[in-house]
């Protein structure tokens, strides 16, 4: 009889707080369909067989463990929040002779109920969704769409582990608040008197200059090589100045505009001011919050976004050729075999190389300091930021192919640097000082650099006896077998993607055999892996965005609801001694503008400043389209700001309504 | 001088779907002449908040007038109103209504900046009043720094400084400890004597006994009324108590 009797309390309960509860219910559901979809997919079988899919996959499970760390803060954070707010109910029951014990039965009843409800209706819809979602990720990786329905039964068991642990959590958190807390504490719940906030001028110091630093360093970093190590440090400086600025900053500002008497006793601002200062002591963090998630799934989004959309454009710069061959040429033979297959297999397929591309070249990476380069490998760090490629051309390959007639001496070098800047005057390596005789600021395309994301130099120098020499003496070195150079053969093919894959396949058999360390690219044969890769990235990025807004837009909700309840008393005061009903909604209205959209227009800048640093770790992944990343970035600001506003919308119509029930006139 | 004319109010509330009728108000009339110090006495549920409310314009009477220095409130429009309180009647409550997001100060000054006062008139304002109330050394405080007396005697600053024809109080020492409650009758009293005319709505025979007239409410109806003149307060007090004894036992009603 009796625990039928908690078993119907705890409903009851549910039903009565439905506007704070049902948001949270729901959210459990999302949370369960995306994990259990994220955990459907990354154990598919259908898609780890498919090329590229294995890649596809170890993306996909880290996502998984990204919304499973996510989900379990955010579903912990917002549930104490419910609690919080429900702390008198519970002070209630304590006075009217529920023991504690009994108002933790009711709450374990009421767990087991959001948890069953969660589950079932998340697994039900994960279930249905996830082939949905199944076919939209085919889609996106360009892959043939199978036929067939499957459950997944790894992610049938991981969902429930995972979320009876948060929930069970959740609930010995509760437990523990209503157990340490007095019913006469309960009873007053959070309304203990606000004391006012102090200014904190080193954190307004430290705020402006980490902000003021990770915005200077995306604006000076020159090199994506740069860019890669110094990347990190600007989003801890930025995530940092937000949190500080966010507290402290806007808490020194108020007080700034309280200071002039002018501006503080106008009727707009009256109010405002000292209502703000009050909402930012209590929601700074959580503005904060809503700001960084806010600004990473603008970036995620956008660069995800423009790498799919940019895939052919990345395809077509990390290689600029149909058909590229690189190859060390052992001393007892020379290159003419190779260009003599080739020759052979473009006849037998009827076609002609277009913007041939040949030349010759030694190639090594050391690390660089100042003039001197380091190769003996045995001293090299690879993991340093010094660490730089070397690719020396004869002055002869380079004045064919880019028809010039430079001339150089005996120790004296052309240098043009890729991703880096070269500042000194002469470079000594393997023993040999070269003295810089110009500094080039183009030259012959090529695909040699596209995959190291270090600084790259090509070196003309005088003719291949140098070029001989330095392959040499670096073989010597590191103790290799000694060739005399390397080669590179390139061109374009005028044919369909079929034909010119059929030729690429081609030229592996009849190349390889003689030139076993031969390197053979084709953009044709690496579009799959790409799709996988980029494809896999983008779908990502959409997801997690997905889920972070979720997050946000419920975190926005909650304020909005705990500000309306704290501020109703507020403002019947206000409108007893003298207030109009408009004024004090016009003085709502701007306030919720304010605090809602804070966090927006600080990501937007936040977004601006980091644009120039996001540009070139783009091209660091072969992404040199900025127009596109621009457009991407916009896009995905607009549909942003868009479900923003849509949720302000609906959040303000409840917070109005918290606040004008109950008032009079 | 009339300054508060009361004239056959009668309230009926309805619930939503309209079952059932309350009548808060059955006739309820009387005037309020200029520097008169009223009180208004009655039990709970005698209708005196519902009276309060509709004196301040928060409420609409079913029936009945309420005129303000002969403006009939009826007539003010809906745009009006807000500033029509502010301009005309200074409001002290029981539970103070003081804000916590303002300092004692800002509390003060918040009908005036809705009237768009410029800081110098404000504070020029304030410091006779400041003076008076003794309250000059907690202006820069928060209400949660200080005791119920001192957020009563602000919140009696802030009903003054706008110089309202007439202060609604209600309950004003409702909260308070006894030592304080007579400090803010005795305050009641000095402002009474400069000229400002109170009305006070109260359960207790002491405040009531500080009053130049004390009203009575029965039923929605002004069922006697008592005028102190040359009284002490505890002649007063002795004679509310008889009136009140005589309406607990339902004694006959007479003016």
Known sequence: MSRFFYAKLAATNLKKNAQTHLPYILTCIGTVMMYYIMVFLSENEDLGNMAGGSNMQTILSLGSYVIAIFATIFLFYTHSFLIKRRKKEFGLFNILGMEKKHISKVLMFETLYVAVISLGAGLLGGILFSKLIFMVLLKILNFEVPLGFSVSGPALAAVPLLFVGIFLLTLLNTLRQIHLAKPVELLKGGQTGEKEPKTKWPLVMIGMLSLGGGYYISLITKSPLAALNKFFIAVILVMVGTYCLFTAGSIAVLKLLRRNKGYYYQTRHFTAVAGMMYRMKQNAVGLANICIMATAVLVMVSTTVSLYIGMEDVLRTRYPQNIMISTPVPAHQSAEGLQTSVHEVLAQHRLEGKAMLDYRYAAFAGNQEGDTVITDESKMSNASSSVRQFYMIPLEDYNRLTNRTAGLGDNEIMIYSSRNVYEEDTLTVLNRTFTVKERLDSFFENSLDRVSIMGNYYIVVKDMDVVKAMEKARAEENGYDPSSYQYYLGFDLDANEADISAVYQDIRTAVGSDYPDSRIESPVAAKASFFAIYGGLFFLGIFLGALFIMATVLIIYYKQVSEGYDDKARFEIMQKVGMSREEVKDSIRSQVLIVFFLPLVTAGIHIAFAFPIITKLLAVLNLTNVGLFAWCTAGTILVFALFYAIVYGLTAKVYYRIVSCGTSA | ?255
Not at chain 2, 175 to 192: H, P, T, V, W, Y
Not at chain 2, 227 to 255: C, F, V
Request: charged share 20%; aromatic share 8%; with cysteine.
């Open chain 2, 1 to 255: 001088m009339t300054i508060l004319d009361v004239n056959n109010l009668k309230k009926v509330y309805t619930t939503r779907f309209g079952g059932s009728h309350v009548q808060a108000l059955s006739n309820v009339s009387f005037s309020v002449e200029q520097g008169e110090y009223v009180a208004i006495m009655g039990e709970s549920g005698s209708g005196k908040t519902t009276l309060l409310n509709i004196l301040a314009s928060l409420d609409k009477p079913t029936s009945g007038e309420v005129l303000l220095k002969g403006k009939r409130l009826s007539t003010i429009k809906e745009k009006e109103i807000s500033s029509f309180r502010r301009e005309n009647l200074g409001f002290v409550f029981q539970d103070f209504n003081l804000l916590d997001t303002f300092s004692l100060q800002d509390n003060i000054f918040l009908p005036l900046v809705l009237s768009g006062k410029s800081y110098e008139e404000m504070s020029w304002r304030l410091q006779p009043i400041a003076r008076k109330l003794g309250i000059e050394d907690i202006l820069a405080q928060y209400p949660y720094e200080v005791s119920g007396g001192q957020k009563q005697r602000c919140a009696v600053a802030r009903a003054l400084i706008t110089n309202p024809q007439l202060i609604l109080a209600d309950e004003p020492t409702g909260s308070l400890d006894s030592q304080a409650a007579e400090g803010l009758l005795r305050l009641f009293k000095e402002i009474n004597q400069d000229g400002q005319t109170l009305l006070m709505v109260t359960h207790s025979v002491k405040a009531a006994s500080h009053a130049k007239r004390v009203l009575f409410i029965k039923d929605g109806e002004v069922f006697h009324q008592l005028y102190k003149a040359g009284m002490s307060d505890e002649a007063m007090y002795q004679k509310i108590s008889d009136t009140l004894i005589t309406m607990a036992t339902g004694g006959a009603r007479h003016e």
